[in-house]
Structure formats: C-alpha cells, structure tokens
Nanobody, 124 residues
Framework: QVQLVESGGGLVQAGGSLRLSCAAS????????VGWFRQAPGKEREFVAT????????YYADSVKGRFTISRDNAKNTVYLQMNSLKPEDTAVYYC?????????????????WGQGTQVTVAS
C-alpha cells in the first residue's frame, strides 16, 4: 500500500500562489504515477495534473495549464503542485493520488490510493 498526505493548502487572494505537497510512504519502491485532483462543493472530483514516476510525462487540465506546475522529488517521496495566478474558481479540496501501474492518466478510476485532501480557498 501507499499512504499519501497532502499539505500546503490555505487561504490566498486571487492572483496569489500556493505550493501543495504530497508526501508518500509505504510501497514507495514502486514506480508510481501521482495525480492531483480537486473537488469543489457540489461538484464531482476533477483532474488537475499528473506526473509519471520519472517525471517524463506530465499532463494538465486545460483550466490550469500555464498556471500550475507539477513536479516530484523521488528521493523525498514527494510530489508538488505549484499553483500561480490563482482564481476563485480554483477553490476546492485538493487530493493527490497514486497509480502503481504508472499510467499517468487523467481519470479518477486509474488511481489506487488517495490522500485525505487539503483545502485551497481563493478569495476574490
């Protein structure tokens, strides 16, 4: 199993930045993809970004492309989501998830393990 813990959420003004972290423990010897997803109240969980194990493949949702950057440090078993130019519509609980098959896909169903989430609130 893989345990994931998100951190770095908070309250920020529109136009500001936050960096989320996702720390993994457990079966970290596996070559796993990590994805970020978010869920706003009353909405379905949606894909934000994903990165393959070696970082060679990264994909972003159109809504965050050019503003968010996903990266990882495998020595620290940590994946980051740098979020710049934040907008009120980015407000959501952000979750990281691991896919032990390293597929770097953009759908919830491909991910095996999930963190508890971290709240991001962007004030207008």
């Amino acid at each position: 199993q893989v345990q994931l813990v998100e951190s770095g959420g908070g309250l920020v003004q529109a136009g500001g930045s936050l960096r989320l972290s996702c720390a993994a423990s457990g079966r970290t010897d596996s070559q796993y993809t990590v994805g970020w997803f978010r869920q706003a109240p009353g909405k379905e969980r949606e894909f934000v970004a994903t990165i393959s194990y070696l970082g060679r493949a990264t994909y972003y949702a159109d809504s965050v492309k050019g503003r968010f950057t996903i990266s990882r440090d495998n020595a620290k078993n940590t994946v980051y989501l740098q979020m710049n130019s934040l907008k009120p519509e980015d407000t959501a609980v952000y979750y990281c998830a691991a896919d032990l098959a390293n597929r770097a896909r953009n759908e919830v169903r491909w991910y095996d393990y999930w963190g508890q989430g971290t709240q991001v609130t962007v004030a207008s």
